[in-house]
């Protein structure tokens, strides 16, 4: 329920009073992309594609509109904002550091841009994907 009235009063400050519902429609659809995205990097377990695959679902996202920018960035970031906070309790190096997030971030702008997320795609990569 809080995710709706969020996106009902974002929708109402960006500005899109008048179409207000086709904002949450891109942004349940922009949610959508990045939530599979997110799955098909985990089903294809392949190394170095993380880039590829943050690329893939801003871009996506971005695709369906306003809303779905918007849901794109906002998950990105609460993505990248979480795995900086649970690395401050791992021990070692968890491969999620500063520079990490950062690339990451550079990846999801670039999908968001509407730039093309084969940019980040690594040889071999399955098709599928």
Not at 12 to 29: D, K, R, T
Not at 86 to 111: C, P, R
Request: hydrophobic share 35%; proline share 4%.
């Amino acid at each position: 329920m809080k995710l709706f009235t969020g996106l009902i009063f974002c929708s109402l400050a960006l500005g899109v009073s008048s179409q207000w519902y086709a904002f949450i429609g891109e942004a349940a659809q922009g949610a959508w992309d990045m939530m599979r995205a997110y799955s098909d990097m985990k089903e294809a377990n392949y190394k170095n594609s993380d880039k590829y695959f943050h690329a893939r679902g801003n871009y996506d996202a971005a695709q369906r509109g306003p809303g779905g920018v918007w849901a794109a960035e906002k998950i990105s970031d609460a993505r990248e904002n979480l795995q900086r906070v649970t690395d401050l309790f791992k021990y070692g190096d968890s491969g999620h550091g500063v520079e990490d997030s950062k690339a990451d971030q550079a990846a999801n702008e670039w999908g968001r841009s509407g730039r093309d997320p084969n940019h980040f795609r690594p040889p071999g990569l399955p098709d599928k994907y």
